[in-house]
């Protein structure tokens, strides 16, 4: 037996064990948590360039997914309702599988120079209505569906994280050369590729198939 399997097992087991674990929060940190999108939300998601969303099937198994586009892809359609488009990916459909299962999301909007992120709780929809899909066109292509977020939960999250983890200081940025690239992880990861093949099909795609 492991060293790590042969100790005393020490996690966490109910509500009360985890809440004398940690003290409560002061009543500003439950106060903050809003109902709709005010008006500090709505120029927030204006200047957003990324969001990750996350999701869980029916069974509970999750999936966290990253959404970027030019600041403000997201349209804020009224004080409780979010449009996210579904731009060009991998097809796998990981997100909107798991929302016809079950419709709970939690969003993480992200904008660059800022350490505070503002964080989305609420229930989600497909939709396919020319009329909400077109207005979110670029380069002439139009989404194949789109999220429609109903928000229920909504607060700014302190900037702690993205402080300690120095995620926009330019002199954090590792050397890209330094780690392979996602061509060379492929074809690792799956006998037969070539990787310079693969490398070059998704810089392709980069540059030409982003919507």
Not at 106 to 115: A, M, Y
Not at 134 to 157: C, D
Request: charge should be negative; aromatic fraction near 6%.
């Amino acid at each position: 037996m492991g060293e790590a399997a042969g100790r005393h097992d020490q996690s966490i087991q109910d509500q009360d064990s985890l809440r004398d674990l940690y003290p409560e929060p002061r009543a500003m940190i439950r106060d903050k948590i809003l109902d709709r999108i005010d008006p500090h939300a709505r120029a927030f998601i204006g200047l957003s360039p990324f969001l990750v969303i996350a999701t869980a099937g029916a069974d509970g198994s999750a999936d966290a997914s990253p959404r970027g586009d030019a600041p403000g892809f997201v349209t804020v359609a009224d004080g409780n309702t979010l449009l996210i488009p579904d731009r060009r990916g991998n097809n796998l459909c990981d997100s909107l599988s798991n929302v016809l299962e079950n419709p709970r999301v939690g969003l993480v909007f992200f904008v660059p120079g800022i350490n505070e992120t503002l964080r989305v709780n609420g229930g989600a929809a497909i939709t396919t209505d020319p009329a909400l899909l077109e207005p979110m066109a670029v380069e002439g292509k139009v989404p194949a569906s789109a999220l429609r977020v109903t928000v229920e939960e909504l607060y700014f999250h302190c900037g702690k994280a993205l402080i300690r983890s120095r995620l926009w200081d330019p002199a954090a940025q590792i050397e890209r050369s330094s780690f392979p690239t996602l061509g060379k992880i492929l074809a690792d990861q799956i006998k037969g590729l070539d990787s310079d093949e693969v490398q070059s099909g998704l810089e392709t795609a980069y540059r030409d198939r982003l919507y």
